[in-house]
Protein backbone atom coordinates (compact mmCIF):
# COMPACT_ATOMS: atom_id res chain seq x y z
CA UNK A 1 0.00 0.00 0.00
CA UNK A 2 2.91 2.10 0.90
CA UNK A 3 4.46 1.38 -2.38
CA UNK A 4 1.03 2.44 -4.34
CA UNK A 5 0.47 5.41 -2.33
CA UNK A 6 4.03 7.29 -2.11
CA UNK A 7 6.81 5.68 -4.89
CA UNK A 8 4.69 7.86 -7.56
CA UNK A 9 5.02 10.86 -5.55
CA UNK A 10 9.55 10.58 -5.84
CA UNK A 11 9.42 12.78 -8.21
CA UNK A 12 8.37 15.19 -6.11
CA UNK A 13 9.59 13.95 -2.66
CA UNK A 14 12.82 12.63 -3.11
CA UNK A 15 13.03 10.18 -0.12
CA UNK A 16 9.87 8.02 -1.63
CA UNK A 17 12.25 6.79 -4.25
CA UNK A 18 13.27 4.32 -1.42
CA UNK A 19 10.39 2.57 -1.99
CA UNK A 20 11.66 1.20 -5.07
CA UNK A 21 13.81 -0.79 -3.29
CA UNK A 22 12.89 -4.29 -2.54
CA UNK A 23 15.25 -4.85 0.01
CA UNK A 24 13.91 -1.53 1.56
CA UNK A 25 10.66 -2.74 1.96
CA UNK A 26 11.35 -6.18 3.03
CA UNK A 27 13.33 -4.34 6.21
CA UNK A 28 10.28 -2.52 6.56
CA UNK A 29 7.90 -5.54 6.75
CA UNK A 30 9.98 -7.16 9.09
CA UNK A 31 10.01 -4.23 12.02
CA UNK A 32 6.50 -3.43 10.79
CA UNK A 33 5.35 -6.97 11.40
CA UNK A 34 7.48 -6.97 15.33
CA UNK A 35 6.09 -4.29 16.64
CA UNK A 36 2.38 -5.45 15.46
CA UNK A 37 3.18 -8.67 17.66
CA UNK A 38 4.58 -6.76 20.55
CA UNK A 39 1.63 -3.57 20.91
CA UNK A 40 -1.31 -6.88 19.79
CA UNK A 41 0.11 -9.86 21.59
CA UNK A 42 -0.33 -9.04 25.57
CA UNK A 43 -4.10 -8.23 24.62
CA UNK A 44 -4.18 -10.75 22.35
CA UNK A 45 -3.20 -13.47 24.95
CA UNK A 46 -5.37 -12.17 27.54
CA UNK A 47 -8.42 -12.59 25.28
CA UNK A 48 -7.43 -16.21 24.79
CA UNK A 49 -6.61 -16.49 28.52
CA UNK A 50 -10.27 -15.09 29.52
CA UNK A 51 -12.17 -16.62 26.77
CA UNK A 52 -10.38 -20.55 27.01
CA UNK A 53 -9.93 -20.48 31.00
CA UNK A 54 -8.44 -23.85 30.73
CA UNK A 55 -6.21 -23.34 27.48
CA UNK A 56 -5.47 -26.04 24.48
CA UNK A 57 -6.32 -29.56 25.48
CA UNK A 58 -3.46 -31.73 26.50
CA UNK A 59 -3.38 -35.23 25.04
CA UNK A 60 -3.32 -37.95 27.52
CA UNK A 61 -1.02 -39.98 25.26
CA UNK A 62 1.43 -37.73 24.83
CA UNK A 63 4.57 -36.87 27.47
CA UNK A 64 3.66 -37.05 30.93
CA UNK A 65 5.47 -33.61 31.56
CA UNK A 66 3.17 -32.03 29.36
CA UNK A 67 0.37 -32.77 31.52
CA UNK A 68 1.90 -30.28 34.15
CA UNK A 69 4.07 -28.13 31.79
CA UNK A 70 1.42 -27.48 29.23
CA UNK A 71 -2.24 -27.29 30.88
CA UNK A 72 -3.85 -24.02 30.99
CA UNK A 73 -1.59 -22.51 28.65
CA UNK A 74 -4.28 -20.94 25.87
CA UNK A 75 -4.04 -21.76 22.17
CA UNK A 76 -4.75 -20.09 19.01
CA UNK A 77 -1.53 -18.28 19.09
CA UNK A 78 -1.23 -18.00 15.32
CA UNK A 79 -4.10 -15.13 15.02
CA UNK A 80 -1.23 -12.91 16.48
CA UNK A 81 1.00 -14.30 13.52
CA UNK A 82 -1.59 -13.74 11.02
CA UNK A 83 -2.43 -10.10 12.10
CA UNK A 84 1.23 -9.05 12.32
CA UNK A 85 1.64 -10.79 9.08
CA UNK A 86 -1.08 -8.97 6.86
CA UNK A 87 -0.92 -5.67 7.95
CA UNK A 88 2.53 -6.02 7.71
CA UNK A 89 2.33 -7.78 4.50
CA UNK A 90 -0.52 -4.89 3.31
CA UNK A 91 1.56 -2.41 4.26
CA UNK A 92 5.11 -2.67 2.35
CA UNK A 93 4.37 -5.17 -0.50
CA UNK A 94 3.30 -4.05 -3.74
CA UNK A 95 -0.26 -4.55 -3.94
CA UNK A 96 -0.57 -5.08 -7.88
CA UNK A 97 1.25 -8.35 -7.02
CA UNK A 98 -1.16 -11.27 -7.73
CA UNK A 99 1.75 -13.90 -6.60
CA UNK A 100 1.26 -11.24 -3.18
CA UNK A 101 -2.78 -12.47 -3.06
CA UNK A 102 -1.80 -16.12 -4.13
CA UNK A 103 0.58 -16.49 -0.73
CA UNK A 104 -1.93 -14.60 0.98
CA UNK A 105 -5.29 -16.72 0.62
CA UNK A 106 -3.38 -20.23 1.10
CA UNK A 107 -1.93 -18.29 4.53
CA UNK A 108 -5.27 -17.06 5.39
CA UNK A 109 -7.60 -19.95 4.15
CA UNK A 110 -4.91 -22.21 6.14
CA UNK A 111 -5.37 -20.32 8.94
CA UNK A 112 -8.98 -19.91 8.96
CA UNK A 113 -8.72 -24.20 8.87
CA UNK A 114 -7.07 -23.86 11.97
CA UNK A 115 -9.05 -21.65 13.78
CA UNK A 116 -11.81 -24.13 13.30
CA UNK A 117 -9.72 -26.97 14.06
CA UNK A 118 -8.90 -24.93 17.59
CA UNK A 119 -12.10 -23.85 18.33
CA UNK A 120 -13.25 -26.93 18.34
CA UNK A 121 -10.81 -28.51 20.49
CA UNK A 122 -10.99 -26.04 22.95
CA UNK A 123 -14.76 -25.16 22.63
CA UNK A 124 -15.25 -29.51 22.75
CA UNK A 125 -12.02 -29.57 25.37
CA UNK A 126 -11.15 -32.44 22.59
CA UNK A 127 -7.71 -32.13 21.27
CA UNK A 128 -9.01 -33.84 18.12
CA UNK A 129 -10.73 -31.03 16.81
CA UNK A 130 -11.86 -31.31 13.03
CA UNK A 131 -12.32 -34.72 11.44
CA UNK A 132 -8.81 -35.06 9.77
CA UNK A 133 -11.16 -35.67 6.19
CA UNK A 134 -12.54 -31.99 6.68
CA UNK A 135 -9.52 -30.82 6.89
CA UNK A 136 -7.90 -32.49 4.18
CA UNK A 137 -10.36 -32.22 1.56
CA UNK A 138 -10.35 -27.74 2.53
CA UNK A 139 -6.78 -27.23 2.22
CA UNK A 140 -6.71 -29.40 -0.87
CA UNK A 141 -9.41 -26.89 -2.63
CA UNK A 142 -7.80 -23.78 -1.52
CA UNK A 143 -3.94 -25.24 -2.43
CA UNK A 144 -5.91 -26.13 -6.31
CA UNK A 145 -7.58 -22.59 -6.65
CA UNK A 146 -3.52 -21.36 -5.47
CA UNK A 147 -1.36 -23.60 -7.93
CA UNK A 148 -4.18 -22.99 -10.86
CA UNK A 149 -3.94 -19.59 -10.15
CA UNK A 150 -0.14 -19.84 -10.24
CA UNK A 151 -0.45 -21.81 -13.74
CA UNK A 152 -2.55 -18.89 -15.16
CA UNK A 153 0.59 -16.32 -14.21
CA UNK A 154 3.36 -17.91 -15.41
CA UNK A 155 4.16 -18.04 -19.19
CA UNK A 156 5.95 -21.30 -21.19
CA UNK A 157 8.04 -22.93 -19.97
CA UNK A 158 7.75 -22.23 -16.37
CA UNK A 159 4.23 -22.84 -16.62
CA UNK A 160 3.30 -26.79 -15.76
CA UNK A 161 7.31 -27.42 -15.22
CA UNK A 162 9.33 -28.61 -12.40
CA UNK A 163 12.71 -26.95 -11.87
CA UNK A 164 15.36 -29.59 -10.54
CA UNK A 165 17.55 -28.03 -8.28
CA UNK A 166 21.78 -28.18 -9.28
CA UNK A 167 20.72 -28.22 -12.77
CA UNK A 168 21.37 -24.51 -14.41
CA UNK A 169 19.10 -25.37 -17.48
CA UNK A 170 16.84 -28.93 -16.71
CA UNK A 171 12.74 -28.17 -16.77
CA UNK A 172 10.61 -31.31 -16.03
CA UNK A 173 7.37 -30.62 -18.15
CA UNK A 174 4.41 -32.01 -16.04
CA UNK A 175 1.88 -30.25 -17.81
CA UNK A 176 -2.11 -30.63 -15.92
CA UNK A 177 0.02 -33.53 -13.83
CA UNK A 178 2.00 -30.08 -12.24
CA UNK A 179 -1.31 -29.21 -10.31
CA UNK A 180 -1.74 -32.38 -8.09
CA UNK A 181 1.91 -31.99 -7.61
CA UNK A 182 1.45 -28.30 -6.18
CA UNK A 183 -1.22 -29.16 -4.80
CA UNK A 184 1.07 -31.78 -2.54
CA UNK A 185 3.62 -29.68 -1.79
CA UNK A 186 1.11 -26.44 -0.27
CA UNK A 187 -0.84 -29.31 1.61
CA UNK A 188 2.71 -31.49 2.79
CA UNK A 189 4.23 -27.96 3.82
CA UNK A 190 1.04 -27.13 5.98
CA UNK A 191 0.71 -30.12 7.61
CA UNK A 192 4.70 -30.48 7.57
CA UNK A 193 5.06 -27.89 10.03
CA UNK A 194 1.46 -28.40 11.76
CA UNK A 195 3.52 -32.03 12.92
CA UNK A 196 6.58 -29.67 13.83
CA UNK A 197 4.41 -27.64 16.77
CA UNK A 198 4.64 -29.61 19.61
CA UNK A 199 7.17 -27.91 21.92
CA UNK A 200 7.53 -24.26 23.25
CA UNK A 201 9.27 -22.52 20.02
CA UNK A 202 10.29 -25.39 18.47
CA UNK A 203 8.07 -24.50 14.75
CA UNK A 204 8.49 -21.24 14.80
CA UNK A 205 12.04 -20.66 14.60
CA UNK A 206 12.65 -23.19 11.37
CA UNK A 207 9.70 -21.17 9.86
CA UNK A 208 11.87 -18.00 10.25
CA UNK A 209 14.98 -19.58 9.14
CA UNK A 210 12.98 -21.25 5.85
CA UNK A 211 10.98 -17.85 5.11
CA UNK A 212 14.85 -15.65 5.61
CA UNK A 213 15.41 -18.05 2.90
CA UNK A 214 12.98 -17.77 0.73
CA UNK A 215 13.45 -14.04 1.30
CA UNK A 216 16.63 -14.28 -0.70
CA UNK A 217 15.58 -16.73 -3.33
CA UNK A 218 12.10 -14.99 -3.95
CA UNK A 219 14.52 -11.81 -4.59
CA UNK A 220 16.93 -13.69 -6.80
CA UNK A 221 14.82 -15.37 -8.87
CA UNK A 222 12.59 -12.48 -9.15
CA UNK A 223 15.53 -10.06 -10.64
CA UNK A 224 16.65 -10.83 -14.25
CA UNK A 225 20.34 -9.24 -13.67
CA UNK A 226 20.45 -11.89 -10.99
CA UNK A 227 18.53 -14.95 -12.02
CA UNK A 228 20.49 -15.25 -14.89
CA UNK A 229 24.13 -14.90 -13.28
CA UNK A 230 23.13 -17.82 -10.74
CA UNK A 231 21.82 -19.66 -13.36
CA UNK A 232 18.44 -19.78 -12.20
CA UNK A 233 14.89 -19.82 -13.60
CA UNK A 234 13.19 -16.14 -13.93
CA UNK A 235 10.18 -15.43 -12.26
CA UNK A 236 8.86 -11.69 -13.33
CA UNK A 237 7.06 -10.39 -10.50
CA UNK A 238 8.06 -12.86 -7.73
CA UNK A 239 10.32 -11.22 -5.95
CA UNK A 240 7.66 -9.29 -4.56
CA UNK A 241 7.16 -12.43 -2.05
CA UNK A 242 10.59 -11.05 -0.68
CA UNK A 243 8.73 -8.40 1.40
CA UNK A 244 5.76 -11.18 2.42
CA UNK A 245 8.97 -13.77 3.41
CA UNK A 246 10.17 -10.53 5.72
CA UNK A 247 7.00 -9.54 7.24
CA UNK A 248 6.86 -14.12 8.44
CA UNK A 249 9.76 -13.27 10.13
CA UNK A 250 9.03 -9.86 12.13
CA UNK A 251 5.92 -12.13 12.82
CA UNK A 252 7.80 -15.20 13.95
CA UNK A 253 10.11 -12.72 15.95
CA UNK A 254 7.12 -11.48 17.47
CA UNK A 255 5.27 -14.41 18.80
CA UNK A 256 8.57 -16.16 19.37
CA UNK A 257 8.90 -13.25 22.56
CA UNK A 258 5.47 -14.72 24.08
CA UNK A 259 6.19 -18.30 22.66
CA UNK A 260 9.41 -18.52 24.33
CA UNK A 261 10.22 -21.65 27.23
CA UNK A 262 7.64 -21.14 28.86
CA UNK A 263 5.29 -20.39 26.74
CA UNK A 264 2.55 -17.91 27.23
CA UNK A 265 0.54 -19.04 24.22
CA UNK A 266 0.58 -21.51 21.68
CA UNK A 267 0.36 -20.88 17.96
CA UNK A 268 -1.76 -23.66 17.76
CA UNK A 269 -2.89 -25.16 14.21
CA UNK A 270 -4.29 -21.57 13.54
CA UNK A 271 -0.44 -20.27 12.95
CA UNK A 272 1.25 -23.64 11.66
CA UNK A 273 -0.99 -24.77 9.16
CA UNK A 274 -1.18 -21.11 7.78
CA UNK A 275 2.65 -20.52 7.95
CA UNK A 276 3.25 -24.10 6.47
CA UNK A 277 0.62 -23.08 3.22
CA UNK A 278 2.76 -20.33 2.75
CA UNK A 279 5.90 -21.44 2.37
CA UNK A 280 4.24 -24.64 0.41
CA UNK A 281 3.04 -21.66 -2.03
CA UNK A 282 6.33 -19.80 -2.26
CA UNK A 283 7.90 -22.38 -3.15
CA UNK A 284 5.83 -23.02 -5.92
CA UNK A 285 5.66 -19.77 -7.70
CA UNK A 286 9.41 -19.43 -7.28
CA UNK A 287 9.77 -22.52 -8.78
CA UNK A 288 11.58 -24.15 -5.78
CA UNK A 289 9.62 -26.96 -4.93
CA UNK A 290 11.81 -29.37 -4.39
CA UNK A 291 13.96 -26.92 -2.60
CA UNK A 292 11.61 -26.33 0.22
CA UNK A 293 12.45 -30.34 1.17
CA UNK A 294 15.84 -29.37 1.84
CA UNK A 295 15.53 -25.98 3.38
CA UNK A 296 12.36 -27.09 5.27
CA UNK A 297 14.06 -30.76 6.04
CA UNK A 298 13.29 -30.68 9.81
CA UNK A 299 9.63 -30.64 8.57
CA UNK A 300 10.16 -33.42 6.14
CA UNK A 301 12.16 -35.10 8.97
CA UNK A 302 9.15 -34.90 11.64
CA UNK A 303 6.42 -35.84 9.15
CA UNK A 304 8.88 -39.34 7.91
CA UNK A 305 8.29 -40.28 11.76
CA UNK A 306 4.89 -40.05 11.97
CA UNK A 307 4.49 -42.39 8.48
CA UNK A 308 7.10 -44.81 9.51
CA UNK A 309 5.75 -45.03 13.26
CA UNK A 310 1.75 -45.56 11.78
CA UNK A 311 3.02 -48.05 9.04
CA UNK A 312 5.00 -50.09 11.38
CA UNK A 313 2.64 -50.52 13.75
CA UNK A 314 -0.07 -50.91 11.44
CA UNK A 315 2.09 -53.43 9.55
CA UNK A 316 4.41 -55.06 12.10
CA UNK A 317 2.01 -54.21 15.39
CA UNK A 318 5.81 -52.21 16.46
CA UNK A 319 6.72 -49.14 17.42
CA UNK A 320 9.95 -47.26 15.91
CA UNK A 321 10.28 -44.63 17.78
CA UNK A 322 9.12 -44.61 21.17
CA UNK A 323 6.09 -41.43 20.07
CA UNK A 324 5.98 -39.80 17.01
CA UNK A 325 6.16 -36.97 16.05
CA UNK A 326 10.28 -37.30 16.34
CA UNK A 327 10.44 -34.53 19.02
CA UNK A 328 8.34 -36.77 21.05
CA UNK A 329 10.83 -39.39 21.06
CA UNK A 330 13.57 -37.56 22.44
CA UNK A 331 11.69 -36.31 25.06
CA UNK A 332 10.42 -39.84 25.77
CA UNK A 333 13.99 -41.12 25.84
CA UNK A 334 15.28 -37.88 29.01
CA UNK A 335 16.44 -35.10 26.88
CA UNK A 336 15.01 -32.01 28.61
CA UNK A 337 12.54 -30.01 26.39
CA UNK A 338 14.76 -27.00 25.73
CA UNK A 339 17.76 -29.15 24.66
CA UNK A 340 15.42 -30.76 21.95
CA UNK A 341 14.20 -27.37 20.53
CA UNK A 342 17.65 -26.19 20.40
CA UNK A 343 19.23 -28.67 18.85
CA UNK A 344 16.25 -28.80 16.34
CA UNK A 345 16.53 -25.36 15.72
CA UNK A 346 20.46 -25.91 14.97
CA UNK A 347 19.35 -28.78 12.83
CA UNK A 348 17.06 -26.29 10.33
CA UNK A 349 20.06 -24.08 10.30
CA UNK A 350 22.31 -26.35 8.79
CA UNK A 351 19.18 -27.63 6.47
CA UNK A 352 18.22 -24.39 5.47
CA UNK A 353 22.04 -23.32 4.15
CA UNK A 354 22.35 -26.13 2.51
CA UNK A 355 18.92 -25.42 0.40
CA UNK A 356 20.50 -21.82 0.06
CA UNK A 357 23.81 -23.14 -1.23
CA UNK A 358 21.97 -24.66 -4.33
CA UNK A 359 21.25 -21.23 -5.47
CA UNK A 360 25.19 -21.70 -6.43
CA UNK A 361 25.64 -24.99 -7.07
CA UNK A 362 24.59 -26.07 -10.99
Known amino acids: MLYNLLYPLADQIGVFNLFKYLTFRTGGAVLTALIVSFLLGPRVIAWLRQWQKQGQPIRADGPESHLLTKKGTPTMGGIL ?50 PGKTKLVAEIAIALLAAAWVMALQREPLAGALALPFFKTVLVQLSWLYLPFAVFIIVGAGNAVNLTDGLDGLA ?54 FNAPPAMVFMGDTGSLAMGGALGAISV ?28 FKLT ?26 RFWIIATILALAGLATLKLR
Open 317 to 342: GKRVFRMAPLHHHFEKKGWAEPTVVI
Open 285 to 312: VTKHELVLGIVGGLFVLETVSVIVQVAS
Open 204 to 257: IVPVMIASGVFAIIAYVVGHAVFANYLQLHYVSGSGELAVFCGALVGAGLGFLW
Open 81 to 130: ILFALSISTLLWADLRSQYTWIVLLVTLGYGLIGFFDDYLKVSKKNPKGL
